[in-house]
């Protein structure tokens, strides 16, 4: 069951939580959405906030800590994508050149973080399915509370990044943590979760997830540059691996991202998605009070509660 170290913090039945006083941080951007039945007019369809230099000092802190707290001489890091895996991956090339981390390899998750791991001084490997990797962190968009349930995916991919890519390297590993905000961590949540689709047939395909969550999602096809709309613009998104991403957009609060990605996995034709069920996960929140630590239990003892 769960321990409350804080009277500020709430508690569940799947998570244990600790409360590091450190000061708040960001919020990812949202994606663009499809109005299948009314259109929006204003083209008002990509949202992006940005963080404060305030927001990215906390930010910071939940690096630190996530750097400190986790990674030891010798381990095979996975290297997230995102601003605060980009203060990781710089704060631990700082904490290699004082000899305080010896022997770390780095496993990229994306081209961005290679290109920070390599910048920080980092040795490199790429992930094979056989590859043992000790230790994952990663920014998440949303990551459902009690659960540790997450989605990644929603940030616009850049170059040769791969939702693929990042989710095989954070669900090999033995341990994985995401650094967030607390606006980032609740329940009823709401915006985009990215799908992998194939391209021939993606409106097809597209159709059925449509069908599939009918009333409470809308679905749009996600453009490489430009304005989104339904058929993903004069240059939809063509993943490396060849997949198009389709946006499936919340308009009512999602009930349980387990149970979406379990009917996301049972459609023909969609090669994956965004939503991340990782055990054991960890979830460094970074709030005006200081960083939440929220810590899931195993698998096996949930099933047990």
Known sequence: MASLLSSSASSSSST???LLHFPSAFEFDGIGRRRRRRRDKNNSLLKVTRSSLADASTLLLAAHHTVDRYIRSGMVIGLGSGCASGMAIQYMGRQLRAGALKDIVGVPTSVGSASEAAKAGIPLNQYQDCSQIDFAFDDADIIEEGTLVSVIGRRRLQGEESILQEKSVLNAANKLAFMITESQYKGGLDGAVPVLVQSLNWMEIAEKIDDLF????????????GQ?????????????EGHNVLDL??????????????????VDGVVDHGVISKFPCTAVIASEDG?????SLPRNAMEAL
């Open 214 to 225: 009918l009333g409470d999602a809308e679905v749009w096809r996600r453009p490489s540059i």
């Open 291 to 295: 960083l939440q630590i929220v810590d």
């Open 16 to 18: 244990s939580l600790k």
């Open 228 to 240: 989104a709309d339904p058929l993903g613009g004069i240059n939809p998104l063509v993943t490396k």
């Open 249 to 266: 957009i919340f308009t009512s609060p999602i009930l349980s991202l387990a149970e979406v990605a379990e009917s996301l996995d049972k």
